[in-house]
């Protein structure tokens, strides 16, 4: 093959797999090792080489050989010695060496002895290549034709060559699709099988709505609007949740976009799937209303405890049908949507709920008297229903003031049971002593068989037994195989235990304090020599520190302390000269000189001023 006629194919493979230069390469080397072996019968212990010229086409295949000095015996094994000094001069007989030993017509052996090995090498590389790409795709949308449709699902041909698969689970309900459309999905899964990548792909999942939406809406893609829930039922409804990040923005009309543009969009691509965008609030009162929509709602009253968050949303008699939806579809989105368990009612069902709960309640009847008096016109206007009588708009007007004030009247006193509750729990933990959580139940002194039910009860340390037992003491006493004498044996364990008080810690004993000027520090104890020495240092500093500060004080035109130090020692040579009444001045031997000098003092590790004093005729110094 010519040299041109190689490249190009060598391109063209490079282009029709969509792999790398080096991968190809190194599948064809790897490929001629394989058929040097079959060709010559070369062991699988020999190191064997290939290099090929993607230019020429060229092949050339290097073996590791021992050098012998006379004959060959197998020239697959040996070389001699005057041809593997070609290679290496300072070779020896005995040494192993890498030669050339590229048969004669090794390229017409090769061509037909590696065509099944370069394309398994091709394939093996082109579907590495598939999985990668496609486990980064994970949770994204991809575009691809229907190549099959069979019971099991969908065939989608991707891109690389590769095939995903939609099962029928995963399809939107009601929908059609014929050979060679080209449809969008998003990948839920990628498996590594025996002949490539298994990619699942998914039309029905929520996430392939959430990417339609970042793809449709730019406020979305950008942050500029968050999605915070999304609830779907494929084909038929689904329900958004939206909030903006950004003051001023409207996250609904973002969504929806101009005449509904961006939103029609969406439903077309989604077989006519209807969807709702409504705006999260942090309310789960307002929340839950938003989300009953399109049906308009008289009141939602919460109902929160540690099992069941469950809301009670009253509509009017003909917004029911609506606020529940065809099968019970739109309630079961929005509980979905929101998280709490939903319950709604008509205005006359949930009034003749609160009714009888307000009758059941002498404490509530005696906190509501307003609520009390308007039970025989409630009643009334029930009677009314029930016969199929009209009722005015006053009339509904009057049913939903009255379940809103028993409703809300009966939160309230349940949140300050709750409260109340709480307030004790923490008085009764605030009794118990700390080490008391820390201290094993075995060790409280519990007779064996009552220990064993409190351990199966959850009781694991001192602690938890005693706030149970300030608590409710009927809690303990419930459990099975738990007596009066057992309590009076876990009364008299838990008496009999002490637990000292925890030591206060160490208060620091504070630091001698040298005032500022002084000789001695502030103590009345004896210091060490270590202290004196320090305390003298202290000392020395401060005298330093205050002379420095009288001459800066005396320095002419406001000269600094940093610009003194910067200064010739000769400007500190000034004469103090006074003066007498009249203002002439004295020039006697009476006149008086001062002068600073700047010297490194060790003890303090920096520089200080000195004061020079004049003695005698000699002009000898003294400091």
């Known amino acids: 093959m010519a040299k041109n006629d190689f490249a190009l194919a060598f391109n063209e493979v490079l282009e ?29 212990a020999q190191q064997v080489e290939a290099k090929l010229d993607p230019e020429t086409g060229l092949v050339t295949v290097y073996a590791e050989k021992e050098v012998v000095e006379d004959g060959i015996v197998d020239a697959r094994t040996e070389v001699l010695l005057e041809e593997a000094r070609k290679v290496n001069p300072e070779i020896q007989p005995g040494d192993m060496l890498v030669v050339e030993t590229t048969p004669a017509d090794f390229g017409r052996v090769a061509a037909q002895t590696a065509r099944q090995v370069i394309q398994q090498r091709i394939r093996e590389a082109e579907r590495s290549n598939q999985m990668q790409y496609f486990e980064r795709q994970t949770g994204e949308i991809v575009s ?24 029928n689970n995963q399809k939107i ?34 996430n392939f709505l959430r990417r339609l939406l970042e793809n449709e809406v730019p406020e979305i893609y950008h942050g500029i609007v968050e999605i915070r829930a999304i609830s779907r039922e494929p084909g038929a409804r689904a329900k958004v949740a939206v909030s903006a990040t950004q003051a001023g923005i ?42 009953i929509s399109p049906a308009r709602v008289n009141g939602v009253y919460l109902v929160d405890n540690e099992n069941t968050r469950t809301a009670t949303v009253v509509v009017g008699e003909d917004q029911l049908s609506l606020a529940i939806g065809r099968d019970g579809q739109n309630a079961r989105l929005a509980a979905k949507l929101t998280g709490w368990r939903i319950d709604i009612k008509s205005l006359s069902e949930a009034t003749s709920d609160t009714l009888n709960k307000l009758r059941a309640n002498k404490e509530l009847m005696a906190l509501l008297p307003a609520a009390v008096e308007q039970i025989p016109q409630i009643e009334e206007i029930l009677a009314k229903k029930a016969e199929s009588r009209a009722i005015t708009p006053e009339e509904y007007t009057l049913l939903g003031q009255f379940v809103e004030r028993v409703e809300r009247r009966t939160i309230e006193i349940k949140e300050e049971a709750a409260r109340e509750e709480e307030e004790r729990s923490t008085a009764a933990r605030a009794e118990i002593p700390a080490a008391a959580f820390n201290l094993p139940l075995d060790q409280a002194g519990i007779k064996e068989h009552v220990f064993n039910i409190l351990t199966e009860a959850g009781f694991e340390t001192v602690g938890n037994l005693m706030f149970a037992m300030k608590m409710d003491p009927n809690q303990v006493l419930g459990l099975a195989g738990i007596g009066s004498k057992s309590m009076q044996n876990i009364e008299e364990a838990l008496g009999a235990l002490s637990f000292p008080e925890p030591e206060p810690e160490p208060i620091k004993a504070e630091e001698p304090v040298v005032a500022e000027g002084l000789a001695e520090p502030v103590t009345g104890e004896e210091m060490s020599a270590e202290q004196k020495q320090a305390d003298g240092n202290a000392e020395r500093e401060a005298n330093a520190k205050r002379v420095v500060e009288e001459e800066n004080e005396h ?58 004093h004049k003695r005698g005729e000699d002009g000898g110094e003294d400091w």
Request: with cysteine.
């Open 16 to 44: 029709e797999k969509q792999l790398t230069k080096d991968i190809v390469i190194a599948a064809i080397e790897s490929a001629m090792v394989s058929a040097y072996r079959r060709t010559v019968g070369a062991s699988s």
């Open 144 to 167: 691809g034709l229907v190549q099959a449709i069979n019971a099991q699902g969908v065939t989608i041909g991707l891109d690389m060559k590769a095939e995903g698969v939609m099962p």
């Open 173 to 206: 309900p009601g929908e059609r699709l014929k050979l060679h459309d080209r449809i969008r999905a998003v990948v839920m899964e990628v498996k590594d099988g025996t002949r490539g990548p298994q990619i699942i792909l998914s039309r029905a999942h929520r």
């Open 250 to 291: 409207d996250p609904v009309g973002a969504c929806v976009g101009i005449k509904g543009v961006r939103i029609q969009a969406i439903v077309k691509e989604l077989h006519d799937e209807k969807i709702d965008i409504i705006q999260w609030d942090p309310d789960p009162i307002v929340y839950i209303s938003k989300a």
């Open 555 to 612: 320095a002419k035109d406001g000269v600094s302390l940093d610009e003194l130090f910067k200064m010739k020692p000769e400007i500190f040579q000034t004469t103090g000269v006074a003066e007498d009444e009249s203002g002439d001045k004295k020039k006697d031997k009476k006149g008086k000189k001062k002068a600073v000098e700047l010297q490194f003092d060790e003890d303090l590790g920096t520089v200080v001023g000195r004061k020079i």
